[in-house]
């Protein structure tokens, strides 16, 4: 019987903490694991990914859809480095992703060798847990330890592996002093509630307010049904964060829809008028958007203690699970006749339904891009996976996707908001759910900086899939059309060619050379019949979408500064002004039409 390296050890001990499947990419500086992977394929499978940020993308996606560990796998050196991004993405979203690294040898540390990075440096502002390995003796509680704090604190942790250790002998630690002997296994606690003078305190703000907002975030998973009934009883209206977005449909009563720059004119009228605000898992950072402190009195739900009283001045603060947490109100909660703030939520959401309808409507050169992600709300199916890009994609994605059914579940990058993360998620998704639909929307930015490669891995793994529906939407704008906005009114300037300007890829026609389907719509006339191809399609689909990139993304709010800097990208000679102020109006006018 061959010996068990360190490299079988890890690979066995992530299979004991439930681990089925790694992303990565292979290099000398972790050769050793990947042997070991080779070894063990039939129980840990490792994807082979086309960039080792699309592998700490996916871990991170992987993650998000399942609620379980992602494991991400890269070479010292480069392939850590390359892995950052994908990691911050799942630290600034509170996801556990475990990334095993490699290193040079141990005796060359310290020399300046070849690939040698101070990884330990480089990971400290991204991992709660980064340790290199010394010795075979060390590897088993480093494992462990990494992945239950990764689990229990939903966060990054790093193992850092010198390649020569990789293919040592493992040796357990020696009986006696010194020696650490640890184990598998964590759950979380039953219940994780806040005391019960903090409940009482909470009740008594909630219960004296008339005009109750309560805003959600990514923390409301699991907690949608308790959360629902206490707004039943407040009558309250109900604003989601960008990661929450899915997890309430929006044909539920009171669900005003997304909040700040990318939300609705609801959220924005009820965080305006209201007199009680309730926090629920949310850290949403944009104060402006959130009501005037000195008008309101708040109460914040958290599962993490950092994150309260942190965005807002909040008079009662309660520590614990939002489904514990809101179970322990309810019955604390006295139900409120106010039906004059019901109604006029109801009026303001049926009328931003109305407004968003026209919008989608309005015509553009050559497609208006709403359009695309209003004819496929309906269509969507009860189970499908959404990811959304950065970009104007995610505001699209955010006020124009209407989402009727909860067991629909989309995310995006929301604590980093980073370009190129929706690609590796979707694949992410289908990997774990290979019978479900996945649906990605990605600006021609992303496409171009990640989500093209990563539809090699597509391409590659497609057959094995139940269901082969995954879509991808290119918004082919031929722009940085976010940025270029904010140019326009943060800034005042015109669009800057050069820093913003895209080179046309037919994006459908590179799926047909990789095997997959490819799509191409620039008639708002063929919106509806392409997104019916895609969705019976017997392969993978891209989209390429030509669209308008004049088309404004505009917040809910205007503030003064904003207004003078698009102004004065105007008169400053933006040689799209013409357009830009054509579709500005027609959108504007869709709002008071309605009124």
Known sequence: MSKQTVGDFIIGRLEQWGIERVFGYSGDGINGVMSALRRAEDRVRMIQTRHEELA?????????????????????????????NGLYDAAKDHMPVVAILGQQARSSLGSDFQQEV???KVLQDVSAYTQTLMTPSQTRHVVDRAMRIAIAERTVT????????????MSMPAAGHGS?????????????????????????????????????????????????????KLGAGVAKAILAKTMIADNREGVTGTLGLLGTEPSDWMMSECDTLLLVGTSFPYAEFLPHSDKVRAVQIDIDASKLGLRFPTEVN?????????????????????????????????????????RAEVKAKPLNPQKLFWELSPKLPENALLAADVGTATDW????????????????????????????????AKFAYPDRPVIAMVGDGAM???????????????KEWADPRLIVLVLNNRDLNQVTWEQRVMEGDPKYETSQALPDFEYDRYAEMLGLKGLKIDKPKRVKSVWDAALRSDRPVVINAIVDPNVPPLPTHLEMEQVKGYLGAIVKGDEESGSMLRQSLKSMAASYLRR
């Open 56 to 84: 700490a993308f996916m871990a991170c996606g992987h993650a998000k859809y399942t609620g379980q560990p992602g494991v991400v796998v890269t070479t010292s050196g480069p392939g850590a480095i390359h892995a950052l």
């Open 318 to 358: 309660l520590h614990g699970s939002a489904g514990d947490t809101l179970e322990a109100l309810l019955p604390r909660i006295n139900r409120k006749d106010n039906s004059k703030w019901r109604d006029k939520l109801a009026d303001h959401i049926d009328r931003w339904n109305g407004v968003i309808a026209k």
């Open 180 to 232: 650490t002997f640890s184990g598998t296994g964590y759950r979380a606690p039953a219940k994780l509630m806040p005391a019960e003078e903090d409940l009482d305190a909470a009740a008594e703000v909630l219960n004296a307010g008339e005009k109750t907002a309560i805003l959600v975030g990514a923390g409301v998973k699991g907690a949608v049904e308790p959360l629902m009934a206490l707004r039943e």
């Open 158 to 169: 790093c193992v850092i592996v010198p390649n020569d250790l990789q293919d040592a002998e």
């Open 397 to 428: 994605y955010a006020r124009f996707l209407p989402i009727h059914h909860e067991g629909i579940s989309g995310s995006t990058s929301g604590g980093l908001a980073s370009m190129g993360n929706a690609v590796p998620y979707a694949i992410a």
């Open 448 to 462: 171009q900086m990640l989500g093209n490669n990563g539809l090699i891995t597509v391409s590659q793994h497609w």
């Open 118 to 120: 101070g990884l330990d």
